[in-house]
């Protein structure tokens, strides 16, 4: 599959190359901030910094095509950020490698953890003239609010918002990534959004038994095995104990031990610190500091890109997943994936597990 590539200057968004590419790796996973590269054979105008703009590329020249001074919009297949450029190679990491820098996190709490995220980007990026990038305001896709904690050892404390954002995926399954490119005359507007991926109507269902699945390799931790599936709640001051949960084998929580929970436990403690407004509830910090142990598992397979089970439409971070692989189930979440210009195959990943020490670094509480 041969590319259009289009990049973009990062405060006016004004294209600046369009480039046919045919040698490309597009890498992404949302727990380990992967690079995509990009054979373009030229010295690019774009500099560092600039935004990458990937998608098929259509017959002929594959130039994007307007009416009216306005194309209709299009999902690409990539959109990024450019790193660096070696050997007439582009390097670019995802969207959220934007903010990757420090920002001084605090105790908090709420009740809708993706206008938080969102209410973060627009202060510390969007809000920050120094960052020099310009990006339509992100818009806030769910199903429904989520409840949130976070609690730093000391408040406030300087952390990463790259890995602030993945820890939020980790825990509550939200993504900030784009959604639709639209042109303007020379220029591309990037629209992006904040999802919190709950829909279990709209759950991929794979199984080992078709064609169209090949080289499975799984690494699975039954739920609370080797892992903190033990909460004491603790009141800050004081040290009075105010609640105890246990994260049972299917994944979800109960105030009550019982065979149903694997042992020895792993204990965790979390430090009860209640803000002036919107204190948490005892199960919503239990659902907040265990839930980042459901998907205690990695699972790789590779997936023909023609086939007519999932199109590329479907490929999306954040996607819930049915996994049926030797008769056992398997419920996991698509967290990252692979594509190249001459693989007939599209490496999928899934689960929050990884055995790099990058994965380790980004974690957070």
Same mark, same amino acid.
């Given at each position: 599959?041969?590319?259009?590539?289009?990049?973009?200057?990062?405060?006016?968004?004004?294209?600046?190359?369009?480039?046919?590419?045919?040698?490309?790796?597009?890498?992404?996973?949302?727990?380990?901030?992967?690079?995509?590269?990009?054979?373009?054979?030229?010295?690019?105008?774009?500099?560092?910094?600039?935004?990458?703009?990937?998608?098929?590329?259509?017959?002929?020249?594959?130039?994007?095509?307007?009416?009216?001074?306005?194309?209709?919009?299009?999902?690409?297949?990539?959109?990024?950020?450019?790193?660096?450029?070696?050997?007439?190679?582009?390097?670019?990491?995802?969207?959220?490698?934007?903010?990757?820098?420090?920002?001084?996190?605090?105790?908090?709490?709420?009740?809708?953890?993706?206008?938080?995220?969102?209410?973060?980007?627009? $202060?510390?990026?969007?809000? /920050? @003239?120094?960052?020099?990038?310009?990006?339509?305001?992100?818009? %806030?896709?769910? !199903?429904?609010?989520?409840?949130?904690?976070?609690?730093?050892?000391?408040?406030?404390?300087?952390?990463?918002?790259?890995?602030?954002?993945?820890?939020?995926?980790?825990?509550?399954?939200?993504?900030?990534?784009?959604?639709?490119?639209?042109?303007?005359?020379?220029?591309?507007?990037?629209?992006?959004?904040?999802?919190?991926?709950?829909?279990?109507?709209?759950?991929?269902?794979?199984?080992?038994?078709?064609?169209?699945?090949?080289?499975?390799?799984?690494?699975?931790?039954?739920?609370?095995?080797?892992?903190?599936?033990?909460?004491?709640?603790?009141?800050?001051?004081?040290?009075?104990?105010?609640?105890?949960?246990?994260?049972?084998?299917?994944?979800?929580?109960?105030?009550?031990?019982?065979?149903?929970?694997?042992?020895?436990?792993?204990? $965790?403690?979390?430090?009860? /610190? @209640?803000?002036?407004?919107?204190?948490?509830?005892?199960?919503? %910090?239990?659902? !907040?500091?265990?839930?980042?142990?459901?998907?205690?598992?990695?699972?790789?397979?590779?997936?023909?890109?023609?086939?007519?089970?999932?199109?590329?439409?479907?490929?999306?971070?954040?996607?819930?997943?049915?996994?049926?692989?030797?008769?056992?189930?398997?419920?996991?979440?698509?967290?990252?994936?692979?594509?190249?210009?001459?693989?007939?195959?599209?490496?999928?990943?899934?689960?929050?597990?990884?055995?790099?020490?990058?994965?380790?670094?980004?974690?957070?509480?």
């Amino acid at each position: 599959m041969i590319l259009d590539l289009y990049t973009l200057d990062r405060q006016t968004l004004k294209i600046k190359d369009y480039i046919r590419c045919a040698a490309w790796e597009i890498n992404r996973d949302y727990l380990t901030a992967e690079q995509s590269t990009f054979d373009i054979g030229i010295v690019p105008i774009a500099i560092t910094g600039d935004f990458v703009i990937a998608k098929e590329g259509e017959p002929g020249t594959g130039a994007l095509v307007t009416s009216g001074g306005m194309m209709e919009g299009f999902r690409p297949l990539f959109v990024g950020v450019i790193d660096s450029f070696e050997n007439r190679q582009i390097s670019a990491g995802d969207l959220y490698t934007l903010i990757n820098f420090e920002f001084p996190a605090v105790r908090l709490s709420g009740t809708d953890v993706a206008d938080h995220l969102r209410k973060l980007l627009n $202060k510390y990026l969007f809000g /920050d @003239p120094s960052k020099i990038v310009h990006i339509n305001d992100v818009y %806030i896709s769910s !199903s429904g609010s989520s409840s949130h904690t976070y609690q730093p050892d000391e408040s406030p404390t300087a952390t990463s918002l790259q890995g602030y954002f993945i820890n939020a995926f980790n825990k509550y399954n939200v993504v900030w990534d784009y959604e639709f490119i639209y042109q303007d005359g020379d220029q591309l507007d990037i629209f992006s959004s904040i999802k919190k991926v709950d829909d279990f109507t709209t759950l991929l269902n794979l199984k080992s038994n078709t064609y169209y699945l090949v080289n499975w390799d799984i690494y699975y931790t039954p739920q609370g095995r080797d892992i903190e599936n033990k909460l004491e709640i603790y009141m800050k001051d004081t040290a009075a104990h105010l609640s105890t949960w246990y994260m049972q084998m299917d994944g979800t929580l109960t105030q009550s031990f019982n065979d149903h929970v694997h042992c020895p436990t792993k204990t $965790k403690v979390y430090v009860f /610190d @209640p803000p002036q407004q919107d204190p948490p509830t005892y199960l919503e %910090i239990a659902q !907040s500091e265990l839930a980042v142990n459901m998907y205690t598992h990695e699972i790789n397979v590779d997936m023909l890109k023609d086939n007519p089970l999932i199109g590329m439409e479907d490929i999306k971070i954040g996607r819930l997943c049915n996994i049926v692989h030797d008769g056992s189930l398997y419920k996991s979440v698509l967290t990252g994936y692979t594509l190249t210009a001459d693989s007939s195959f599209i490496s999928l990943k899934f689960g929050n597990v990884r055995s790099t020490l990058q994965s380790v670094l980004l974690g957070g509480k």
